[in-house]
């Protein structure tokens, strides 16, 4: 996999059948890696080591539903009180970051609330924080660190 511009960190991987998997520590298990999952392990060591979120408020590819229609977001993290601190798109490095992707993140966020998100493809990162009161996003030039 091509390097990509976060940290960078150590993973376990495992060859199967010609099959590599890297280990989700978050959802303890191995998972075939793809391009956008190269994504998204970085960017989980990025929330836990370099912006000390702990593993027990991140949450990995579940579904939610919007407008009667299944999506799966890529990862969550959540506040110690349940509310969503932080929702974070991750796209294959081939994938151009553009408007469609933050309409897809900002649809999530409909449903969700979150205060701050993330969009990445590996190598560019876009961080906002959520004007609910004027009902748009803020670019900033991180995410604050994690702070219990």
Partial sequence: MQALNFPQYSF?????EN?????DGIRKKFVVLQPEEWVRQHCVQYLIEGKNFPKSLINIEKELTINNLKKRYDIVVFNSDGSIHLIVECK???VTIDQSTFDQIARYNIKLN?????????M???FCQMDFENERYQFLKN??????
């Fill in 12 to 16: 376990r991987f495992k060859n199967k």
């Fill in 19 to 23: 099959n590599v998997s890297i280990f």
């Fill in 92 to 94: 294959a490095p081939s």
């Fill in 114 to 122: 979150a205060t701050y998100l993330m969009v990445t493809n590996g």
């Fill in 124 to 126: 560019n990162h876009y």
């Fill in 143 to 148: 995410i604050p660190d994690y702070t219990p």
